[in-house]
């Protein structure tokens, strides 16, 4: 089965910076594009930053600038570099891969999340 396993969330205080790392595990064809998500308490699920297949990259604009989305060294892999982080950036950082397709045929999957705290 595939999944997609996020790591390096944490806390760190305003103006710091985290790199989020996402691996897509398990017998993979092919991903259409990968991204990060964010979910802060009380709002809706909205898109961080983007990365297709062909190395296109789209970011929110509350985060241009600041963030940078990556291939990882590994395959099937995506980084978020987070510098200059704000206490308004706290949430739970989701890893989203679209069209993946496996023996299992195409979908999209989501990761558990990690957690991101910014505060003093």
């Known amino acids: 089965q595939v999944q997609l396993v996020e790591s390096g969330g944490g806390l760190v205080q305003p103006g710091g910076s985290l790199r989020l790392s996402c691996a897509a595990s398990?017998?993979?064809?092919?991903?259409?594009?990968m991204g990060w998500y964010r979910q802060a308490p009380g709002k809706q699920r909205e898109m961080v930053a983007v990365i297709t297949s062909g190395g296109s990259t789209n970011y929110a604009d509350s985060v241009r600038g600041r963030f940078t989305i990556s291939r990882g060294n590994a395959k099937n892999t995506v980084d978020l570099q987070m510098n200059s982080l704000k206490p308004e950036d706290t949430a739970v950082y989701y890893c989203?891969?679209?069209?993946?397709?496996?023996?299992?045929?195409?979908?999209?999957?989501w990761g558990q999340g990690t957690q991101v705290t910014v505060s003093s």
């Open positions: 989203n891969a679209v069209g993946i397709r496996s023996p299992y045929g195409m979908r999209d999957y």
């Open positions: 398990g017998i993979i064809f092919s991903i259409n594009a």
